[in-house]
């Protein structure tokens, strides 16, 4: 079955960075779509960062120039780079992919950005 497992959180202070990965099995992950999402306390969660099959990305504004998604087909592994990390950006961290039709989601990983 479909299985996404996050991994790479933790406590960094403000400005740091960590590098999020998601490991992935079950379906073909070079032919989907993978993405990066987010949910902050009392928030909903909210798009960071896709990217598709052929490589491109798209990111939200508010992490543009601060965060890099990228992916390796060989090792079925998605990476969320987060530099010059703040406070805002304390959220729990979801990974998902497109297959076929459908959305999945890993259980996340949590960020918490703090002095």
């Known amino acids: 079955q479909v299985q996404l497992v996050e991994s790479g959180g933790g406590l960094v202070q403000p400005g740091g960075s960590l590098r999020l990965s998601c490991e992935a099995s079950?379906?073909?992950?070079?032919?989907?779509?993978m993405g990066w999402y987010r949910q902050a306390p009392g928030k909903e969660r909210e798009l960071v960062a896709t990217?598709?099959?052929?490589?491109?990305?798209n990111y939200a504004g508010s992490v543009k120039g601060r965060f890099t998604i990228s992916r390796d087909n060989a090792k079925n592994t998605l990476y969320l780079q987060m530099n010059s990390l703040n406070p805002e950006d304390t959220a729990v961290y979801y990974c998902?992919?497109?297959?076929?039709?459908?959305?999945?989601w890993g259980k996340g990983t949590l960020v918490t950005v703090s002095s």
């Open positions: 998902n992919g497109l297959i076929g039709l459908r959305l999945y």
């Open positions: 079950g379906f073909t992950f070079s032919r989907s779509a």
């Open positions: 990217i598709t099959s052929d490589g491109t990305t």
